[in-house]
């Protein structure tokens, strides 16, 4: 059974910064693709940032709301995704959700309909 726990979220000022980890287990696929989507009260779930793991790995994906301050990564040692957030602004607040598909399921990067797994999710609320 596939498990997606998001830690790393928390409270803090516009301009600030957070590191969010999803550490996955049970994927026994030879590689993935996952993502960071986020969701804000009243509105549909959004896709952040994708990266491909395994295979012809490496490719990041993002929303255009927040290039140049977020940025995807991976450990494969630890089995675990980051996002580190920069520059955050009050209209980053939301929560935010890890999650994994096979990359076969995988046509659109940043479509929630896309992904199979999930994750709670982790509240990240900014400031101003």
């Known amino acids: 059974q596939v498990r997606l726990v998001e830690s790393g979220g928390g409270s803090v000022q516009a301009g600030g910064s957070l590191r969010l980890s999803c550490a996955a287990s049970?994927?026994?696929?030879?590689?993935?693709?996952m993502a960071w989507f986020r969701q804000a009260p009243g509105k549909e779930r959004e896709g952040v940032a994708t990266i491909v793991i395994g295979g012809r790995g490496g490719r990041t994906y993002y929303a255009d709301s927040v290039k140049g301050r977020f940025t995807i990564s991976q450990d494969n040692a630890k089995n675990t995704v980051y996002l580190q957030m920069n520059s955050l602004k009050p209209e980053d607040t939301a929560t935010y959700y890890c999650?994994?598909?096979?990359?076969?399921?995988?046509?659109?990067?940043?479509?929630?309909?896309?992904?199979?797994?999930w994750g709670q999710g982790t509240q990240v609320t900014v400031s101003s």
């Open positions: 049970g994927y026994t696929y030879s590689s993935a693709v």
């Open positions: 999650a994994a598909s096979p990359p076969w399921w995988v046509t659109q990067p940043l479509a929630p309909t896309e992904f199979r797994y």
